[in-house]
């Protein structure tokens, strides 16, 4: 045996515990038993269980109380066989809707539930492995359409994926524009269970209000001038799928009352209509507004937002994730290359260089936006730095060297030390090539305007390997 489970089983026959304690003891298992459930958890509470046989019918708690009991500590561990009745399907069914993995049904021979044993045996060793692999393997570098590698994006995938799955209707997700709100809601709905039903994404900005009311919840034939037909609106169009509402601080503060009433009562009432209509939709809401300030402005009413709050996501703006910005650039390129037939190999590093230390103040859409322009005007081999948008450059230019200073101290976390040498040795060479420049080259002259004595400067000029001859006007 290649893993040895620990088994416990929990059956009131004595007859049974001590048949399947021979018999798996022989076979060379461990295992332990009990006559109830109550002394079965307070074994499986103390001691680390890897397959639990459970009967159902217990004196005191029963079997499938016991399982649920166990599956609410742990989904996946121990592996649960119950042992049900011959011919009781329908408990055997309950009992796998609550988190059994097996069953096997009395009376029963050795040789059966040995087989059950060995197969459990192998699952388990395997999800064991599976477990350990996943932990080497390196953190997922994209959720959807998503791209990022920095800490804080990484964090968000890991959110976004619990979420997704998990069964909570509302959801809203923040940031300035340009952060991948849209991009996120559509990942949440993609990687749920409800990616086969409808996604439906409504622009809350864009969409005039009267219409907004008749587009979400529909109407009856005649309950308006131009309701010519009853028309279904999104959210039964949507039902059992996802809503995104798109930048829903713009929306009019009559129609979030409604919307409110949707999301507390699943229900909704077409316009005119006279019932309610049940609805289960998940509504993923987006703001790039600070909504709590629009709330103490009146503008937003605040039992919609903490109905909205119970899950917030927040996507930082890209100037606090650098480290996302190259590897969104080169996808960007790659992307818009196959657009445009083009064939730009990549980033020279002043260039990417130039990109991580804008502020990107639209975001990743503004970064979207500029790769496209580049790609689609400069044939070039590699983009270096003179194909970057002279704003671009002309606002990195504007910086003063301390900032450009704090920027690269930012970037590399240098020490005091390192972060001044750095600053020192870029001022010596600007200095002294310049020096160099003005006096073509001799150093005597360079040593009296610079009132520095020649051996230092020609100490600093080695440091650097700069040249004198390479100065003079040959
Ligand atoms: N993490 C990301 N990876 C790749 N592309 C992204 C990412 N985030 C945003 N984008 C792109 O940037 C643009 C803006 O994203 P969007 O979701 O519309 O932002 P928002 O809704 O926050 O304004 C879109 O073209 C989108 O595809
Ligand atoms: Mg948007």
Redesign the pocket.
Known sequence: MEFEPSILLIDDEENIRKFLTRSFTKKGYKIKTAPTAEDGWSILSKEKIDILILDINLPGMSGIDLLQKIREVDEKSPFIVMITAYGDVKTAVTAMKAGAQDYITKPFEFAEIEIVIQQASKFISLSQKVDILEKQIPKRTSFGDMIAQSPAMLEIFDIISKVSKSPTSTILITGE??TG??LAARAIHQSSNRSKKPYIAI?CTTIQETLLESELFGHEKGSFTDAKERKKGLFELANGGTILL??IGDMDVKLQAKLLRVLQEKTIRRIGGESDIPIDIRVIA?T?QELENAVSEGKFRQDLFFRLNVIPIELPPLRKRREDISMLAEAFLAHFNKDFGKEIKGFSDSAKKALTNYPWNGNIRELKNVIERIVLIESCEEIDVHNIPKNILAYLGEMNSNQKFLLSLDEDNLSFNDAKNKIVNEFEVNYITSLLEKTNGNVTQSSKISQTDRSSLQRIMRKHGIKSENFRDS
């Open positions: 524009t340009g709100k849209e622009n798109d930048e987006t790039h």
